[in-house]
């Protein structure tokens, strides 16, 4: 059964880091490119990062741009994980963030479309 399952969310004061994990169960994540999307309270869903599969060439990584320059995208494939090292967090981070993919092995452009396989999601919530 495949399953995704974020962790690593939680309560941290402006300016501060979290890093979030993606571990995988049921299939391999260096064959997909994986994705993080947020949903802030009230707000729609938006995609954040994505990295593509790992193939052996460097990683593509995409980022939205408010994040760029805070947030990382990484892979371990010994774990079958996949990261997103959250620094300087504002308190506008604040939602739940869910790891997905559509299967494939490329990011989208826009960081959006649909996706198969997505987790329940963890809260980050940025407040002092």
């Known amino acids: 059964q495949v399953q995704l399952v974020e962790s690593g969310g939680g309560l941290v004061q402006p300016g501060g880091s979290l890093r979030l994990s993606c571990a995988a169960s049921?299939?391999?994540?260096?064959?997909?490119?994986i994705n993080w999307f947020r949903q802030a309270p009230g707000k729609e869903r938006e995609g954040v990062s994505c990295i593509s599969s790992n193939d052996g060439s460097p990683a593509y990584a995409a980022y939205v741009d408010s994040v760029k320059g805070r947030f990382t995208i990484s892979r371990d494939s010994a774990k079958n994980t996949v990261y997103l090292q959250m620094n300087s967090l504002k308190p506008e981070d604040t939602a739940v963030y869910y790891c997905?993919?559509?299967?494939?092995?490329?990011?989208?452009?826009?960081?959006?479309?649909?996706?198969?396989?997505w987790g329940k999601g963890t809260l980050v919530t940025v407040s002092s």
């Open positions: 997905a993919t559509d299967g494939g092995p490329y990011c989208r452009g826009g960081l959006a479309g649909p996706m198969d396989y």
């Open positions: 049921g299939f391999t994540l260096d064959r997909y490119a």
